[in-house]
């Protein structure tokens, strides 16, 4: 691994989360000048920076329909932290029981040992500035801790999860009038929760809510949100409703709004008899955005497509993992267990942005509707389309072809001699 950047490159990755990582990795792999820009200070995204520490699904109906390096490097971390993998062939679970639990810290090193031995260049506390086509390659500025760099690129990978390079670059990207909710990832402590008085939490809570003290989307549980809370210490529990991460103002509020959030239910709850010494045992320092932004791709997967398991003629990975809609109006989650045997797929079309010269997106920008990108979105499905997306732009950019002269076919065959799983196998 590389921190020295030179000057031209045959593929720059932009965003190292779930499917930047790998698309880079995969693309060194293969021969490519790779480099790898990432705006935090550890590779991972959601995972280790946002705190959703349970990456999947990888397997469907109890077979593995992802894996490749995403699940090479998941599964190694698991192991080395002791522990253990979900039981994948009882496939009749609750979906969240089947994503598999990772110590966030030592996921964040495994990445940097698979990204140092592919050789990738990475900076990471790295944000690109603008993103220029000149003639037959790319011209990408950088803002680092010394100023500003300028490297070139043959093929561009945008894993940023708002597509903010399409953006820069010139080209579409959509956003839904109204959102799904962020989350911010915090575990609380300090309690018992079998001695607590649970009937006069519930109306301590419906009393704070309706003074003001407490925002009805505080605390994300359905019909017993209290209860709910602490029984999981608060995990995935938070929503920061109109949450989103286009802009360096948008993430601000995101971040702010989430802390402010944060500080209400603890003052809440430490007022509350037997939560007294309510601690906060850990917290994300970033808000997990469940959406944002999606290109306008050459092909969009609708909710439809994604249900009915529909296999494209160009897909190039699989995805699993249920419909799942949190309500942009704090009202629930709606989620939609897939029909038993389907299995859905992820087209190149996607994600290529219409009238786009080799830059391909991979991750949750990818070209969908709310239903169906809600399902996408997760770690496991970002890693395959990462890893397909660092095949297409590695063989392009030595080949001096476009990504689209890359044969279907060829990016299949490579990506099985990668260990990936890819659509008919």
Partial sequence: MGNAVTRHYDVVVVGGGPAGWPAAVQSARLGARTLLVEKNGALGGTTTVAGVALPGL?????????????????????????????????????????????????????????VASAGVDLLLHTMFATVVRQR???????????????????????????????????????????????????????????????????SAYEAAVADGSLLPEDLAGGSDPVAAFLRTGGENRIHINGATSGTSGE???????????????????????????????????????????????????????????????????????????????????DIRPLRHGVVPTIPRAAMIPRGATNLIVAGRSVSGDQEANSAYRVQASCMAMGQAAGVNAALAAQHDRDLLEVGVAEIRSTLREQGAIVPGD
């Fill in 136 to 202: 037959d390659r790319w011209r990408v500025t950088l803002c680092a801790k010394e100023g500003l760099v300028e490297v070139t690129a043959a093929c561009l990978v945008d894993c940023t999860g708002d597509a903010d390079v399409v953006a820069r670059a010139g080209f579409t990207r959509l956003v839904n009038e109204k959102r799904q909710p962020g989350t911010l990832m915090v575990r609380f402590g300090g309690y018992d929760n079998d001695a607590l008085d649970h009937p006069a939490l519930r």
């Fill in 251 to 333: 993430r601000t509020a995101a971040e702010v709004a989430g802390r402010r959030a944060m500080m209400r239910i603890f003052r809440f709850f430490r007022q509350q008899p037997g939560l007294h010494d309510l601690t906060i045992q850990r917290w994300a320092v970033e808000c997990g955005i469940r959406e944002s932004y999606t290109i306008d791709g050459l092909a969009r997967i609708t909710a439809a497509d994604y249900t009915s398991g529909r296999v494209w003629p160009d897909a190039l990975s699989y995805s699993f993992y249920p419909i799942d809609v949190h309500d942009p109006d704090g009202d629930g989650i």
């Fill in 58 to 114: 990888y397997h469907a109906w109890g077979k593995q329909v992802i894996g490749g390096i995403g699940w090479d490097a998941v599964r190694d971390s698991a192991e080395r932290a002791g522990i253990p993998l979900p039981d994948f062939t009882a496939w009749d679970q609750p979906h969240y029981r089947l994503q598999v639990p990772v110590n966030p810290a030592v996921l964040a090193a495994v990445i940097d040992e698979f």
